[in-house]
């Protein structure tokens, strides 16, 4: 949300140098699809040849039967026809070969353009699938800097820009390149003469191309940004309505979304704008065109004897002078939609750029299955990298195989940080981090957060059942194996009790259900996972006492024989700890057990006593 005129990183500052460089590669997606493109393009062929056809035979139907002179007969309508048929049967026939033309023109175009939508399908089902595999493999620090909003247009808005302009682009080009090409050659084969008049507007119209389309491509590439900040700001808006509600910001918000909304707008206005300010030119140029035609081949006809152009030439020539410029009209405008589709490449292949910051070494071992003896020795960590920036400094821990740690200190002094780096989630700057021995930069990520579970303070439920919600721990895991991890995390009398029980449907982040619910569903789902080390984080905070015992009881039944992080608010929760570690100013200030801490009257008593005497 924009509190202040701030918003999150949508990271669209780089801007791409080699428009040649993301068209190769995008061309790069459709290559494994060839064949469907190479019988495209046959069909092209087809539909390019028949639509040629068309012009000459209305051009031949005019001279040899509507208005006969003294031009030669086509070799093809001597064997097709004898000398002496009537002019009305040599119509019929022409007029009858014309309609075959247009209707097997018709089939191949349906032919052409189902198959290269069915590639470019194709190519978005790719690009959204690598998208999506990107996103899921970027570490933690990407997701602190990128908002989710501008990440969703990526994957949806900008691949169907780039797919609707080259799966229909590709078909259009080739077959308007094709009958560019033939036009020229009919042309210049009828009638040289007329053909040269009728090319003279082409170099204003290639002037005007060029200029519109440096225009177009910032205009494009700003549309797409901002399409981008608008799904952002929804995402966001979206996420937080509950807070948006209670805070009865309906309007502020709006009000927020308008900015960002109009921005966008004035984007589209202004690259449609360049479009359709270049649409009346082309028309202009092709009527001048057409004027040229009618004059200079009235010319050849009236003021040469034999005439150097006949009336059926002169239509043919006008018909084919109309599609002539249709094809450099629609090359040109799919130029300039081109550079929306390149805007959008840019902001994909940001993406997919994207180096991780944590990745598994070249020689990174599978970490086996482990006891959970854990030990920081000398970790330094900062979320910018800075000195003066540090969350954690020389953190000296062991935990033996079983112990549980509760985690202690005021808000933001590095307890969830700690954990985060023991789930390699960050990497420390300093120091390092080991599991039996195994530094954690040493093993796979996979290896590693198999075998650590984490039940959070704020836990997330996917849409689905509640069974398929606990089953995420282990998505083998039999429906029997489901059941008992509920029982076990005392969930199963709740869950008994909804509608359809564990095939019941949760909505979104499972907002149906209380906050103890949720989280005695994490805690079956952190059951299930059988976890060697296991991390809670403020698990019992924001539920009431009677919630907080049942969920106690279960993480109790959860902790045994496993090495535990115990992040805590309520202090009265870790008073069994093995190991209580008092966290502030970025380092360890404190450690014992509860009562040895206590007994000392340092920061951690004082936190206990002034805790105790508000409850």
């Keep these: 949300m924009m509190f202040g005129g701030h918003r999150g990183m949508t990271q669209d500052a780089a801007q791409v140098t080699d428009v040649g460089k993301a068209l190769r590669r995008l061309l790069q997606y459709f290559l494994p699809f060839r064949k469907l493109l190479a019988a495209a393009v046959a069909m092209i062929v087809v539909s ?7 012009p000459y035979l209305t051009g031949v139907a005019v001279d040899q039967f509507l208005a006969p002179g003294e031009q030669p007969r086509p070799v093809w309508l001597e064997w097709l026809l004898p000398e002496d048929v009537r002019r009305e049967t040599g119509l019929t026939v022409t007029m009858l070969l014309l309609l075959a033309t247009y209707l097997l023109n018709w089939g191949s175009t349906a032919a052409q353009f189902y198959l290269v939508i069915l590639a470019g399908q194709r190519v978005l089902f790719r690009m959204r699938t690598q998208i999506f595999e990107r996103i899921q493999a970027l570490s933690l620090s990407f997701f602190d800097q990128w908002e989710a909003g501008d990440l969703m247009s990526r994957l949806v808005n900008d691949t169907q820009v780039i797919e609707q302009v080259f799966s229909g682009g590709i078909v259009r080009l080739a077959s308007m390149g094709l009958s560019l090409i033939g036009i ?6 009828l009638n040289w003469r007329l053909a040269l008049a009728s090319f003279s507007v082409l170099p204003i119209m290639v002037l005007a191309t060029s200029a519109v389309s440096r ?3 910032e205009a494009f590439r700003r549309s797409r940004q901002t399409i981008g900040e608008v799904s952002a700001e929804l995402q966001e808006n979206i996420a937080a309505v509950r807070e948006v509600q209670a805070f009865a910001r309906e309007q502020a918000s709006v009000g927020e979304f308008e900015v960002v909304n109009a921005m966008n707008r004035d984007a589209n206005v202004q690259a449609e704008s360049i479009i359709s300010a270049f649409s009346p030119t082309l028309d202009v140029l092709s009527t001048i065109a057409l004027a040229i035609v009618v004059g200079y081949g009235g010319y050849l006809s009236l003021a040469f004897d034999p005439p150097l152009a006949s009336v059926g030439i002169i239509v043919s020539f006008l018909l084919y002078v109309q599609r002539f410029y249709e094809p450099i009209r629609g090359i040109a405008t799919l130029y300039t939609q081109l550079q929306s589709a390149v805007a959008g490449a840019e902001r994909v292949f940001e993406l997919l750029d994207t180096e991780d910051e944590i990745t598994d070494a070249p020689q990174a071992t599978v970490m086996p299955l482990i006891r959970g003896r854990v030990e920081f020795d000398r970790v330094t960590f900062g979320y910018n990298g800075r000195a003066e920036d540090l969350v954690l400094r020389d953190i000296d821990l062991t935990v033996e195989p079983g112990q549980m740690v509760a985690l202690v200190g005021p808000t933001g002094v590095g307890k969830t940080t700690l954990v985060s780096l023991l789930l ?33 303070q704020d836990t997330f439920l996917f849409s689905g059942t509640v069974m398929d919600n606990i089953r995420y721990g282990r998505l083998e895991a039999s429906d029997e194996e489901v059941l008992a991890a509920a029982r076990l995390a005392n969930a199963d009398q709740f869950i008994t009790r909804l509608p359809e029980g564990y095939q019941t449907e949760l909505g979104e982040q499972g907002h149906t259900l ?6 005695l569903i994490a805690i079956a789902r952190a059951v299930l996972s059988d976890p060697r080390i296991l991390i809670l984080d403020e698990a019992t905070s924001n539920v009431d006492t009677r919630t907080e015992r049942l969920i106690q009881r279960a993480l ?9 992080f115990v992040i805590a ?13 008092v ?20 920061l951690y008593a004082d936190l206990y006593n002034s805790q105790f005497r508000r409850e």
């Design 48 to 54: 390019t040849l028949l639509r040629l056809a068309a």
């Design 583 to 602: 966290l502030e100013k970025e380092r360890i200030v404190e450690r014992g057990t509860h009562e040895e801490l206590l007994t000392a009257g340092g």
């Design 556 to 564: 109790d039944d959860l902790l045994k024989g496993r090495t535990s």
């Design 514 to 519: 209380s906050q103890g619910q949720r989280q």
């Design 184 to 189: 020229v050659v009919s042309m210049l084969s």
């Design 569 to 581: 608010h309520r202090l009265s929760t870790i008073q069994d700890a093995d190991q209580v570690i």
């Design 424 to 456: 390699r989630l960050y990497d420390v700057d300093q120091g390092s981090i080991s599991i039996d021995g195994y530094d954690v930069r040493h093993v796979t990520r996979e290896s590693l957060r198999r075998q650590v579970g984490v039940v959070l």
């Design 215 to 217: 225009r177009a491509r």
